[in-house]
């Protein structure tokens, strides 16, 4: 979208720097990851922090292709605005940046997918690319521009939706679903019912109307991962949600947008993440328990069952309860407690 588009998109933005600006906006980024000619969000001091840490990290020249949208009470602390006006290509201001979050992903959403054909069979239409040792079992979709690499086998009633990608040796149990522009990565098995980059559970409660956030960052699922039945992993919100090579996904499992698994994890079967965690390599986490908002967990944990995970962990925590504490600890508060009834 140009800059026209986007204000007309978004009455509530206002181009401040530089005072005209010609080129167009591909789609939208977080803060983190910089992509030439994207938009990300700023909408309050912290994210301003993350985002420094991210500029040390990357160095200045990646974001002069970038567009920022700030929050208005952002913009007009002195500091910000000139450390923000030297790093970026342009800079928009925001009434509203919840409200702008929403308005700006819908037209980028279907600026990606909305035009792909998922109604007519990317075979009929000649536009999926399907090597000839594809084993495709009666029943099945194809979307526009798939691409199925050698030995994969895919069962009755699955649905594989447009843009995206299945590598070699990989097989899909009846009635999968895989949502636009999701790569599954080689040698993968995902058994009866998975659904692979459905929306993320992104809304924002706008005078009273749950507004939707739509995602647009799809899935990536690594080498030799093995998800069970009825497991979902949801889209990214503007980048990929992954699950790292080696990773094993239990039956009955939820794995939120923009979630972040490392290699060999393991997830029991109905424990899940909220959007944005971050699993390390080789945990294991128990059957039922839950990973919070933005929670960072490190390498080699472990999290036992029913455990409700709240705040970040650092490597080879072993943690239970509600809320998850050290094991050790967990046990002897729930020892003491115990014992007080009993004297009571």
Not at 102 to 121: A, H, Q, R, V, Y
Request: hydrophobic residues 40%; aromatic residues 8%; negative net charge.
């Amino acid at each position: 979208m140009n800059i026209n588009e986007i204000l007309n998109n978004d009455k509530g933005l206002s181009l401040k720097y530089p005072s005209e600006w010609n080129g167009n906006v591909l789609g939208i980024t977080t803060i983190n990851v910089p992509k030439d000619n994207h938009v990300f969000f700023l909408m309050e001091y912290k994210f301003y922090k993350y985002w420094l840490a991210a500029v040390e990290t990357t160095g200045d020249d990646v974001w002069k292709t970038t567009a920022v949208i700030i929050s208005k009470d952002l913009w007009e602390k002195g500091d910000v605005r000139g450390f923000v006006e030297n790093k970026v290509g342009f800079v928009l201001v925001s009434d509203n940046c919840d409200l702008s979050i929403c308005l700006l992903s819908e037209p980028f959403f279907k600026e990606k997918f909305g035009n792909k054909n998922d109604i007519e069979d990317g075979r009929d239409v000649g536009t999926a690319k399907i090597h000839q040792s594809v084993l495709i079992a009666k029943n099945v979709f194809i979307g526009e521009d798939v691409e199925i690499e050698e030995n994969v086998k895919i069962m009755s009633g699955s649905v594989i939706m447009s843009g995206s990608k299945i590598k070699k040796g990989s097989v899909l149990y009846p009635n999968v679903t895989i949502y636009y522009g999701v790569e599954i990565g080689e040698n993968c098995r995902l058994h009866s019912g998975v659904v692979i980059g459905a929306d993320g559970f992104g809304y924002k409660n706008i005078d009273g109307v749950h507004r939707k956030i739509w995602h647009v960052g799809s899935v990536i699922i690594e080498n030799n991962v093995e998800v069970g039945a009825l497991s979902s992993v949801d889209a990214g919100t503007f980048i990929p949600t992954r699950v790292g090579e080696g990773s094993i996904i239990d039956n009955q499992v939820q794995i939120g947008h923009n979630s972040q698994l490392g290699k060999g994890v393991i997830f029991c079967g109905h424990s899940g993440t909220a959007g944005s965690a971050i699993v390390g390599d080789y945990t294991v986490v128990g059957g039922k328990a839950g990973i919070g908002n933005d929670i960072e967990i490190g390498k080699g944990c472990q999290i036992a069952g029913n455990a409700m995970v709240n705040t970040s962990w650092p490597d080879n925590s072993i943690l239970g309860g509600h809320p998850a504490r050290p094991i050790r600890e967990w046990l002897r508060g729930l020892a003491y407690v115990r014992k007080q009834v009993k004297q009571k």
